[in-house]
């Protein structure tokens, strides 16, 4: 079995990023900026996007953080984002989700402009991935298939089977598997045998957000199983995955933390990037 290393590569692919930005700084260009908006003061996002800053500050990017209180009104968002849309040293712009219940996230998220749309989650952007036309690529399922690549896992003819279905994760991670070659099936709450699908799987991606959800008997022997899950338990930070006992039968795995979710930052600065050199 071996560990499919996310934070590894997610150095490998920040360091690539501060090279990129020092030879723009040498050439004597505009530094590339990602605005970051938080609104509210949810513990978890604050986190998140805390390190999204952190990941900019040590890569060269420059970070605008945008803190608004819990009680913005839809109209004073919009307008930041207006503001941030027509703002050309700004390249890339991200509203951390979710947003206090009163802000209307589909609308929040259309009004980035798609050029700046390094989430990818707009319903444009996810249009050109389902299409295959290019665009930005949802940070998540991005960094999951360079983890893929990296160790050489090949996608084509796989039966790939996805547990979860979020416009953030599941759906696009279906496209992105859809597109190399896999053999997709996407299952969810609503699945009747969630675990006849998973034991067919050779690549299984577990995206449901409920701990220890897919047990060692629900799993292939050699497959390859990414776990994309943040839960808590006891405290503590685990995946969907029960870990030690399907790592046991997997030909790869990712862990938690460590696996994807330090692709998910890495890919959000590749986006930011290509942002700023299609700009
Ligand atoms: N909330 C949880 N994950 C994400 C993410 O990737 N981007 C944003 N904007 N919000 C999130």
Redesign the pocket.
């Known amino acids: 079995m071996t560990i499919l290393d996310g934070k590894a590569l997610a150095a490998k692919i920040k360091e690539q990023t501060a090279k990129t930005t020092a030879k723009l700084a040498a050439e004597g260009k505009r530094q590339p900026c990602l605005a970051v908006v938080l609104v509210g003061e949810d513990p978890a996002?604050q986190i998140?996007v805390r390190n999204k800053h952190n990941d900019c500050v040590t890569t060269g990017i420059k970070s605008l953080m945008h803190t608004l209180p819990a009680d913005t009104s839809e109209v004073d968002l919009l307008n930041l984002i207006d503001s941030l849309n027509a703002d050309d040293t700004v390249d890339g712009i991200?509203?951390?989700?979710?947003l206090p219940k009163h802000l209307d996230e589909k609308k929040v998220t259309e009004h980035i402009s798609a050029s700046k749309d390094v989430?990818a989650?707009s319903a444009y952007n996810v249009g050109k991935i389902t299409l295959g036309r290019g665009g930005f690529k949802?940070?998540?399922p991005a960094g999951i298939m360079r983890l893929l690549e990296e160790y050489g896992i090949e996608i084509a003819g796989k039966e790939c089977v996805v547990v979860g279905r979020s416009n953030?994760v599941g759906k696009p991670m279906a496209l992105l598997l859809l597109a190399a070659g896999g053999t997709v099936t996407v299952c969810h709450t609503k699945t009747a045998d969630l675990a006849y699908h998973t034991r067919r799987a050779d690549i299984l991606i577990a995206a449901a957000g409920r701990a220890d959800l897919i047990k060692d008997d629900m799993v292939k022997e050699g497959a390859v199983i990414v776990d994309v899950g943040m839960n808590r338990k006891d405290g503590k930070l685990c995946g969907d995955v029960d870990y030690e006992k399907c790592a046991a039968k997997a030909s790869y795995i990712t862990p938690v933390p460590g696996g994807v979710g330090p692709m998910?930052r890495a890919m959000?600065l590749e986006n930011t990037i290509t942002a700023y050199e299609n700009h």
């Open positions: 996002s998140y991200l509203v951390q989700l979710p989430d989650f949802p940070c998540t953030i998910t959000l």
